[in-house]
């Protein structure tokens, strides 16, 4: 057996996945990018704001002697400072650099928490539906996912959470602004839920941690707040990158960090900066760390997406395709019409050139996910393709 | 419980070398850094070369758009075909792109490999000593690490893993040009370790993978070579990285290449992609990836690390320190001396503020290692601490 089991099992199960992205590749090749109206991956295409390539540019130039060598693993002590103040601005706490451990990306960070937190057995309890990637995160580390319910508009279902807790709960991992359903949850769902745990804790003596993936947080619309977490329940750590906000996924940078309220803080911070080391992140990319301390205010234009977003909606009500309210991300995360599943549904918009991702890998079957991040154009030139696409499911009703 | 029962453990196990890097920290602080002789880190000091500083100031001002998005998790093809030409002049094998993964540095890669091939229980034989941190990336993913005695110079010793080879050998994981020895296991040694695997797989019916970690590969001295092994065993599996070659460990790039012949090649290719996602590695980072691409043939200037080794060994041989033959890296591996342990040696150093490693990480307790990657002026003005160190062992023989 030349791969592990657990490897194998994976390959074949992800395999739809991967052949619809191929599948998109060769319809590309076939008809030109332009005419395939490829809905698909959550690449943002919009560029990075001016200034980070003018720090780009000086940092190249300056080239400091040192600067790509090793630094501790937790990342540059001026770097973690400069995030504290934006952790503090954004979660109403008042942690300093010691809270701060720069990551490999969000993906990278929730790996060193989870890695760091979890025992054979333990249960982390994740809304669905959930980014694809959170069960491999979990079984990575030994731990077991425990989907749990959410309402039918997707917020929190806080009873469904609570019936779930148990002795073995580590963790509730939720994602705001949400991947894939475009949901931003209130700060009353987030003080409920940290309620529901503090009354689980001093029930069972076991106060799960609170893990937020917050990658979305500046992608929000119509100036919806995104809540603090850490100033609401002690057992918090949240989990960020500027994959989504600089428009720089393919640098993996992020960062972990820490409730100031934490029971066991320096234990846990000791423990992330052991995971970040033994899992082989070793570190943040050094230049990337520099960076990011240097644009904490800054974002990605996100008028270009509210405007993608609003042309999009606009297609899908004239069609007659329902979705959840999008508040933030750059998903929309749609009904699959009667008379067929997620995976039928996308089977037959590929042959419009249309390419999405069938909900059922995000927990959901009955609905498929479109990600508009992709230039204006091709969005309104969709209207045509989405227009003959549902024809079919017109005239059956 | 608040962290991990296994990562609590291993923060007490590690708290001697933390506590000796903060003392180390403490002790500069307190005599300035010059006045510091710190040998204990390998974070390689000298400048990237100047073509480094070139290609990344041209990338930096080019800025092309979309060139910090995500690519596929392997990595960009054509940076991987170019590392290819690389892997195929080292290892004379012929292989394309697609054997070749881009990795979060060498760390990231054998992470990557040892979750792509190992099941529970699975045995990694790994040559004692080894680097620190081989221990954690095999247990990390269910497997049992395995040590095995090596020669009195540090060889391979080929029957002492012969012994140790059964059904539950997934892989024998070694690293040349060796940290912390300074040894390069000569292309005979090699052969004779693919003698003894492929004897063992013809009777066993499981051929264990050799995975072979050589970020050191171009920090050999006085033309050494250091043997290609892609094309001396089928089932073979390289990783390495530009931490050491072009000194930037903190930008975190590497790759994992993969021989023509192993046996379920594709198979294992696919794994390789799928543990560098859901590891949350995701790719490694964009930026460096185009900059190493650029840089196949170029490497720092190791006359530097030639000299300080030459500085090192005259005060070590004059102060009757032995050490190991080193033929690479920038590590010196020394005998303690009679009368102490490596534990109370390095104490002992640390009253001359001379700092360097026990070797009981490296699994030799015995033995001590110095790393050389710091200004021959240090090295050189080290020479009386040394003396007034060992005076205590030249009286007591």
Redesign the interface.
């Known amino acids: ?8 099992e ?2 074949s199960s ?1 395999s739809m996945i991967r052949r619809m992205f191929e599948e998109g590749n060769q319809l590309k090749a076939q008809y030109g990018a332009d005419n395939v109206f490829d809905f698909s ?1 959550g ?3 919009i ?2 704001p001016p200034a980070f ?1 003018q720090i ?2 000086k ?3 300056d ?1 400091l ?7 501790a693993n937790a990342g540059y002590r001026d770097v973690r400072a400069a995030l504290a103040q934006k952790v503090n601005t954004e979660h109403g706490v008042t942690v300093d650099y010691t809270h701060i451990i720069m990551a ?2 969000a ?6 928490v989870l ?5 054979p057995g333990d249960e982390v309890l994740v809304p669905c539906p959930y980014f694809v ?1 959170y069960r ?2 979990i079984n ?2 030994g731990g077991v996912f425990v989907p749990v319910e959410t309402l039918t508009d997707f917020n929190l279902d806080i009873s469904a959470i609570a019936e779930k807790l148990s002795s073995k709960t580590a963790a509730v991992l939720i994602n705001s602004p949400h991947n894939p359903t475009g949901r931003v949850y209130p700060a009353h769902t987030i003080n409920a839920l940290a309620e529901a745990l503090n009354m689980h804790g001093n029930t069972c003596g ?1 106060f799960p941690y609170l893990i937020v993936d917050e990658p979305y947080r500046e992608l929000v619309y119509g100036g919806i707040p995104v809540a603090p977490i850490l100033s609401a329940y002690n ?1 918090s750590i949240v989990v960020n990158s500027y994959s989504k906000s600089l ?6 940078i992020g960062y972990v960090a820490v409730s100031p309220h ?3 803080k320096q ?2 911070l ?2 992330l900066i ?2 970040t ?12 760390q520099r960076i990011v301390a240097q644009l904490t205010t800054v974002k990605v234009d996100i008028s270009v997406y509210e405007r993608r977003l609003a042309v999009f909606r606009s297609i899908l009500d004239q069609v007659g395709i329902r979705y959840a309210n999008p508040e933030g991300t750059f998903y929309l995360f749609c009904h699959v019409p009667e008379g067929c599943n997620d995976i039928q549904f996308i089977e037959h918009l590929k042959n419009y050139l249309i390419l999405g991702v069938p909900g059922s890998g995000f927990g959901k079957a009955n609905w498929v996910r479109f990600a508009y991040c992709v230039n204006e154009s091709i969005i309104a030139a969709s209207a045509q393709a989405f227009k003959k696409a549902m024809q079919r499911f017109l005239k059956s009703t």
Chains 1, 2 share one sequence.
């Open positions: 057996m030349p791969i592990a089991y657990a490897i194998k994976a390959l992800s991956i690449n943002p295409d560029d990075p390539h780009f540019v940092l190249a130039q080239d002697k040192g600067s790509h060598g090793y630094m490999v990306g993906s990278g960070g929730l790996n060193v890695k760091s937190i979890l025992n990637e491999s995160y990575n580390h076991r057992e428009s720089i996924p393919g640098e993996r934490a029971s066991d234990l846990l000791d423990a052991h995971a080391r033994v899992l082989g992140f070793t570190n943040a990319p050094a230049l990337m």
